[in-house]
């Protein structure tokens, strides 16, 4: 079973920065599509960001496009959230997802594996 472990989330306020991690427990990262999901409250869960097994592909949701950044380092099996301008509209948990398609993909239900989030909370 495939493990997921997100970190680096807290508090910032609008317009700082965090970078997320994803430590994935899998040796072989590079079977696997990942990508950023978040959850604010009282909303549905939606993705944010994807990367393709090679990092060839990636796709942002329109509401971070040029904010966040997602890069991924499959030697070290983690993926990175870099997240910059931040937003009160960004607070939300942030969780990283994998799925063993080559297609990179921001639909919740597409993904197989979670993590167990991280918050966000952009606040002054």
């Known amino acids: 079973q495939l493990q997921l472990v997100e970190s680096g989330g807290g508090l910032v306020q609008p317009g700082g920065s965090l970078r997320l991690s994803c430590a994935v427990s899998e040796f072989a990262l590079d079977y696997y599509t990942i990508a950023w999901f978040r959850q604010a409250p009282g909303k549905e869960r939606e993705g944010v960001t994807c990367i393709s097994r090679d990092g060839g592909d990636i796709y942002f949701a329109g509401s971070v496009d040029g904010r966040f950044t997602i890069s991924r380092v499959n030697a070290k099996n983690t993926v990175y959230l870099q997240m910059t301008s931040l937003k009160p509209e960004d607070t939300a948990i942030y969780y990283c997802?994998?799925?063993?398609?080559?297609?990179?993909?921001?639909?919740?239900?597409?993904?197989?594996?979670w993590g167990q989030g991280t918050p966000v909370t952009v606040s002054s």
């Open positions: 997802g994998a799925r063993r398609s080559g297609s990179c993909s921001l639909n919740p239900l597409s993904n197989e594996y």
